[in-house]
């Protein structure tokens, strides 16, 4: 299993964004999360497909798109043409999960699916065999530096334990308070896929990198 570090650019300084990004990269962060937020699924409004497309051209890391948007299956097309390698859509936010899913894989990208907080752990099943990734929130989606909800790594444990019983190795992605102080818990609990954003961000975030680096490594 490789345990990876996905910095959402959420909490970047979008006045360097590029060099910001070059750096998590330069200091190996193979993903880089995208938050994309409507304003409907979630209450703010964040970027979209122009921003994706900008980036696109400064990175070589996998651009993982996390939609927080109603009816993603209207954007996949577009969120795969302006660079997103892998698409992650909320389960809560699809009239028909297997049909986006399905979408997603003919526009040759790889496929999360995600539960806010308040969604149970067996809702998921009926997905598994169809995605590549999992995504736990740990916070309700909306916002970044809010504080990681505990209940989350019974959650991670849970997932982790319904894989195990399909004979599968899907990632686990945790996104949502994670900092150098919990990350190991969260890791433990059997994810493999790290959003930070604040704790990147926030700060120097070469150093900042580097630490959740240093622990992700230990991990390989
Ligand atoms: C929340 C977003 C997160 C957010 C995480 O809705 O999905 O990716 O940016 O930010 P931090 O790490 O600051 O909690
Ligand atoms: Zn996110």
């Known amino acids: ?20 990004i070059q750096v998590t990269e330069k200091n190996g962060a193979e993903y880089l999360h995208f938050d994309v937020m409507d304003g409907l699924f979630v209450p703010s409004i964040s970027f979209g497909m122009p921003v994706l497309q900008s980036i696109k051209s400064c990175t070589n890391q996998v651009i993982d798109a996390h939609l927080m948007i109603n009816e993603p299956i209207r ?4 969120f795969q043409k302006a660079g997103a390698d892998l698409i ?9 999960v297997h049909k ?10 790889k496929v999360g699916i995600s539960i806010c907080p308040d969604t149970p752990v067996s809702a998921l099943e009926e997905y ?9 929130m740990s916070v309700h989606p909306g916002f970044g530096g809010q504080k990681f909800i505990e209940e989350s790594l019974t959650k991670i444990r849970m997932t982790r334990e319904m894989l195990n019983r399909y004979g599968l190795e899907t990632d686990i992605q945790v996104d949502g308070g994670i900092y150098t102080s919990n990350i190991e818990n969260v890791l433990k609990a059997g994810a493999n896929i790290i959003v930070a954003g604040s704790a990147v961000f926030k700060g120097n975030v070469q150093e900042n990198t580097r630490e ?9």
């Not at 954007?75 to 577009?78: C, G, L, M, P, R």
């Not at 959740?212 to 390989?220: P, V, W």
């Open 75 to 78: 954007y996949v097309e577009a």
């Open 100 to 109: 986006t899913i399905k979408k997603i894989r003919e526009c040759g990208m």
């Open 88 to 96: 992650t859509i909320h389960l809560e936010a699809c009239e028909d």
């Open 212 to 220: 959740f680096m240093e622990i992700l490594n230990k991990y390989e």
């Open 1 to 20: 299993m490789k345990y990876i570090l996905a910095p959402s650019i959420l909490a970047a300084d979008f006045k360097k964004l590029g060099e910001e």
């Open 128 to 136: 598994v065999n169809e995605v590549d990734m999992i995504l736990i």
